[in-house]
Structures are given as C-alpha cells and as structure tokens.
C-alpha cells in the first residue's frame, strides 16, 4: 500500500509545454505539499494545502498553480515549462500543520526539460 | 531566519565504521529537528526526529540529541552497512504551519 503516490514518476518535455504532476495520499492526512530539489540535492517548499486551503505559497513563478480537489490529492500544474524548471518535485503529506507533524513524502516526479 | 547547515559530503566510510553527520540550525524559538534519509532513486523518509530540548531520537542504530545548548542535531551510528549508504538530510519546523527547513544533504558512501 502506497502511502504518498505521484505521477509520473518521469516526465520529459519540451520547453513551452503545459504539463501536470498528479500527488495522492491515502494516509487520511489534512495537510499536504510540494516540494523541489534541485540537481545539487537542495530541497526547498513550493505550496502548501491544509484541508484543501492554500496556507504556503513561497517565492515561485506564477506559471506553477497548485490545485487540491480534495483533501487526499494535490497536483502540480506548470505552464510554459523553461529549461529551469527541470529537477525532482517530491508530495509530501502530515496529519496537520503543527511543529511536530511528521511529513511523509512521495517517491518523487523527475521532470526534464528539452 | 530560519537555516539548517550540515556539513559537506560526500562521506565514505568503510563498513563498520562509525559515522557523524554534523547539523547546526538557527531558528527562532524552539523548532522540532528531524533527520530524513534519501535512498538512490527514491524518495525521502523520516529516520528520526526530536521536539524538544534534550531529546533524543533513534532508529535503525542512528541517534541524535537536540542540543538547545550548541544549536545542534548531529546524526551518529556507531556501525555504518553497505545499505546505509544515501543522503541524509537534516531538517527544522520552527512553528506550525510551516515548511521543513532542509540543509544541503551529505551524501554517504559506504564501502565494503
């Protein structure tokens, strides 16, 4: 049973394109997230949803639009794809938003850009 | 603001070798710590964690003690295996409703 799923696990595309990274967790949790890691391994937040609300939205281009159509899913959206925006997302999800929530992640999205 | 710095990698080690993996962290007020380990191709899972000062947390031979003190949750194992080999990241969440703050990752090697 598959905690934290995400697909595709690899998506090759080319730049300009519109492309989707879906993210589902079927631990029961409220509060899921998307993160980035770059080629040198550094992973930083993108968004954040808790019970399907929008609570984090760092520094990232408006061409990335998070959507959670409900509590167990959140997927990634990104326009006109750049060359940049190649790396690893990772999904994640915890139970809630407190300081000691653990967040469980998914096996990641490697996502190239030609 | 709020910041992780873990020490640079890569490390390799021979198996049976003790390993310490260095982590500081600056932080307002009391963050919980958390070590999450990286396996090659997949994603990252919780190894341990501790929320408050003086705790101490353990898993699968790895420990960790947040020290309020030094500002620090040095991951340690007294026995590294082939199998341990994978990036480690250390981690802070300063309130709720925030992120991980993740450092850098140290990539270990472990040779038989």
């Known amino acids: 049973d598959t905690a934290v799923s995400q697909t595709p696990k690899y998506l090759v595309t080319q730049m300009g394109n519109d492309k989707s990274i879906k993210c589902e967790q079927n631990?029961?949790?409220?509060?899921m997230y998307w993160y980035k890691q770059d080629s040198k391994k550094f992973l930083k937040i993108m968004f954040s949803?808790?019970?399907?609300?929008?609570?984090i939205n760092e520094t990232v281009p408006n061409r990335f639009s998070p959507k959670s159509p409900d509590k167990a899913h959140l997927n990634l959206h990104i326009n006109s794809l750049e060359l940049g925006d190649s790396a690893v997302y990772f999904c994640?999800?915890?139970?809630?938003?407190?300081?000691?929530?653990?967040?469980?992640f998914g096996p990641g999205t490697r996502l190239t850009v030609l | 603001g709020n910041s992780v710095t873990q020490m640079e990698g890569p490390v390799t080690l021979s198996e049976e070798a003790f390993l310490t993996i260095n982590c500081t962290y600056t932080a307002t007020g009391y963050p919980s710590l958390f070590w999450y380990v990286q396996y090659p191709g997949e994603g990252l899972q919780l190894l341990l964690k501790a929320t408050k000062a003086d705790d101490k947390g353990s898993n699968k031979g790895f420990e960790a003690t947040y020290r309020k003190e030094t500002t620090s949750f040095h991951l340690e194992k007294g026995s590294v295996q082939v199998s341990d080999s994978a990036v480690y990241f250390c981690?802070?969440?300063?309130?709720?409703?925030?992120?991980?703050?993740f450092g850098k990752g140290t990539r270990l090697s472990v040779i038989a």
């Open positions: 631990l029961g949790h409220d509060t």
């Open positions: 949803y808790n019970n399907k609300e929008l609570i």
């Open positions: 994640a999800s915890s139970q809630g938003a407190s300081l000691t929530d653990t967040q469980y």
């Open positions: 981690a802070l969440r300063y309130t709720g409703n925030t992120p991980l703050v």
